[in-house]
């Protein structure tokens, strides 16, 4: 199975930075991409960031030009930097490992708090 760990949410003030962790371990056959999800009060789960494992990247419109994502493909960790972080920004961060072997599996982590004071 595939054990997927998130560290590095917290408090930060509006305009600040942060930058969350993912690691993926055990048997891992087919990786396709890794990602960051978002769930905030009331709201549903959405797509933040992800990579492939070619590098290709995809972010969400809200967050294009203040976040990054990054991936230590050796390491199976992927990173997200995010810079300017906004009230709105407040949500559970859930990474997401997604493979590919005849069918599509998406692996998460128990989600780790981002909250942004005004």
């Known amino acids: 199975q595939v054990q997927v760990v998130e560290s590095g949410g917290g408090l930060v003030q509006a305009g600040g930075s942060l930058r969350l962790s993912c690691a993926a371990s055990?048997?891992?056959?087919?990786?396709?991409?890794m990602g960051w999800y978002r769930q905030g009060p009331g709201k549903e789960r959405e797509l933040v960031a992800d990579i492939s494992s070619g590098g290709n990247t995809n972010y969400a419109d809200s967050v294009k030009g203040r976040f990054t994502i990054s991936r230590d493909n050796a390491k199976n960790t992927v990173y997200l930097q995010m810079n300017s972080l906004k009230p709105e920004d407040t949500a559970d961060y859930f990474c997401?490992?997604?493979?590919?072997?005849?069918?599509?599996?998406?692996?998460w982590g128990q989600g780790t708090q981002v909250t942004v004071s005004s």
């Open positions: 055990g048997i891992i056959v087919g990786l396709k991409s």
């Open positions: 997401n490992v997604r493979t590919y072997r005849s069918y599509y599996r998406d692996y």
